[in-house]
Nanobody
Framework: QVQLVESGGGLVQAGGSLRLSCSAS????????IGWHRQAPGKQRELVVA???????NYGDSVKGRFTISRDNAKNTVYLQMNDLKLEDTAVYYC?????????WGQGTQVTVSS
């Protein structure tokens, strides 16, 4: 079993920054992929960023140059640094990990960007 818990969401003004954290527990040994997705009102869930462990990092087009994923293996924590936030970034953000065909998700954390 894998359990993921996001934190760090909140209200921020456009142009501001926020860092999300994802704490992992359970059977988190050597996932295939880690990353973040988001779902905004009226939109389908979309990729924010995904990292193939030991491989490439893939950012969604809308966040390239503004968001950065990082990982602290010792703390079993994944971060999403979000800079230059825009109103369109308002969404529930979900941390995820994959192990083969299985995907695990956190409960999500709300990010609201105001004008």
């Amino acid at each position: 079993q894998v359990q993921l818990v996001e934190s760090g969401g909140g209200l921020v003004q456009a142009g501001g920054s926020l860092r999300l954290s994802c704490s992992a527990s359970g059977s988190t040994f050597r996932p295939n992929t880690i990353g973040w997705h988001r779902q905004a009102p009226g939109k389908q869930r979309e990729l924010v960023v995904a990292v193939s462990i030991g491989g490439a990092t893939n950012y969604g087009d809308s966040v390239k140059g503004r968001f950065t994923i990082s990982r602290d293996n010792a703390k079993n924590t994944v971060y999403l640094q979000m800079n230059d936030l825009k109103l369109e970034d308002t969404a529930v953000y979900y941390c995820g990990m994959t192990f083969g065909p299985r995907a695990y998700w956190g409960q999500g954390t709300q990010v609201t960007v105001s004008s």
